[in-house]
């Protein structure tokens, strides 16, 4: 059974540093793997999406990696601002199928 | 444009009541659906999953069900709800092929007391 991990549950930064959100899986044969953000009482807003072929995806300040032999994946977050404040999910989705695992999330607070 | 709705936003019921939660989505056409809770504290976890009319599969035991009476409709149900149905429900769809991104609606927040 496909777990997914997310270090650290937590994170305080102040605002302009560079961050790295770490995620963890055990079953490396995934499809593909998607970073979400929640902000607090709302839905997820995907953000990227890596599929099992590709090394890392970017998009603006977003920069995400996988390694799939070793069952990992980071989500580089530059330049942090305020508005970066939220949860950050990773979820996979095993080749057997099309349900997503997801972990259990990092809480981002970046401090003006 | 694709656009997904849930409702009602929030809902606060007691303990043995029935529940009815909807989900539409429009602007897409055999999407698959999902319903996901977030439990306080927890991460998501999937309830049911759709690839068509009438096509329900559950993940895990409990006493909520699902049913998908049209193509972009999506409905989760319980006749009777206990305190652990508490929490934050999602719902989501995705395109009609395997492993797709997946985008998720704005929630329902629900309390049983």
């Known amino acids: 059974k496909q777990e997914v991990t997310q270090i650290p549950a937590a994170l305080s930064v102040p605002e302009g540093e560079n961050l790295v959100l770490n995620c963890s899986f055990t079953?490396?044969?995934?499809?593909?793997l998607q970073w979400f953000r929640q902000d607090p009482g709302k839905g997820l807003t995907s953000l990227l999406l890596?599929?099992?072929?590709?090394r890392e995806q970017t998009s603006g300040r977003l920069n995400a990696s996988l390694d799939k032999s070793s069952g990992r994946s980071t989500l580089y977050i530059a330049a942090s601002q305020p508005g970066d404040s939220a949860t950050y999910l990773c979820?996979?989705?095993?080749?057997?199928?099309?349900?997503?695992?997801f972990g259990g999330g990092t809480r981002l607070m970046v401090k003006p | 444009s694709q656009t997904i709705h849930q409702w009602p936003a929030t809902l606060v019921q007691p303990v043995g009541s029935p529940l009815s939660l909807e989900c539409t989505v429009e602007?897409?056409?055999?999407?698959?659906l999902y319903w996901y809770r977030q439990a306080a504290g927890r991460g998501l976890q999937l309830l049911f999953y759709?690839?068509?009319?009438?096509?329900i599969s559950s993940e895990v035991p409990q006493n909520l069900s699902a049913s998908r009476p049209q193509d972009r409709q999506f409905i989760l149900s319980s006749k009777k709800l206990l305190l652990s149905d508490s929490g934050f429900y999602l719902c989501?769809?995705?395109?009609?092929?395997?492993?797709?991104?997946?985008?998720f609606g704005p929630g329902t927040r629900l309390l049983v007391l």
């Open positions: 989501a769809w995705s395109g009609g092929g395997v492993q797709e991104t997946q985008y």
């Open positions: 079953d490396s044969a995934i499809y593909n």
């Open positions: 890596i599929q099992s072929s590709q």
């Open positions: 979820a996979v989705i095993n080749n057997a199928g099309n349900m997503l695992t």
């Open positions: 602007g897409t056409s055999n999407p698959n």
């Open positions: 759709s690839v068509g009319i009438g096509q």
